[in-house]
């Protein structure tokens, strides 16, 4: 069974920065391409970045230039690293996990088929 955990989220101010973790087992870490997507309160699962096994990454034009995706090989973790956050940047943010490299079709929430539970980040002006 696949198991994703994200953890990091919080309450911050506006400029703040947040660090978003999401723990998996070495098997998903190594084999999956891995990504951030996120929902804010009545809007869609929106995609914030992917990271596919070539090392290759892909961002949302709203998170480019602020926010980091990467792995700590050490600890199988994928992090999302969020400099600048803004208001519009609160939302739950998720992890996913799936078998092959999404390309372009990364923003498709139907593309991922493993999901953790979502952490909550809350950006105020």
């Known amino acids: 069974q696949v198991q994703l955990e994200e953890s990091g989220g919080g309450s911050v101010q506006a400029v703040g920065s947040l660090r978003l973790s999401c723990s998996a087992s070495q098997y998903i870490y190594t084999k999956h391409c891995m990504g951030w997507f996120r929902q804010a309160p009545g809007k869609e699962l929106e995609g914030v970045a992917a990271l596919d096994t070539d090392g290759d990454t892909s961002y949302a034009d709203s998170s480019k230039g602020r926010f980091t995706i990467s792995k700590d090989g050490v600890r199988n973790t994928l992090t999302l690293r969020m400099d600048s956050l803004k208001p519009e940047d609160t939302a739950v943010y998720y992890c996913?996990?799936?078998?092959?490299?999404?390309?372009?079709?990364?923003?498709?929430?139907?593309?991922?088929?493993?999901w953790g539970q979502g952490t909550q980040v809350t950006v105020s002006s």
């Open positions: 996913a996990a799936d078998t092959q490299n999404k390309r372009r079709l990364w923003v498709v929430p139907d593309a991922w088929t493993h």
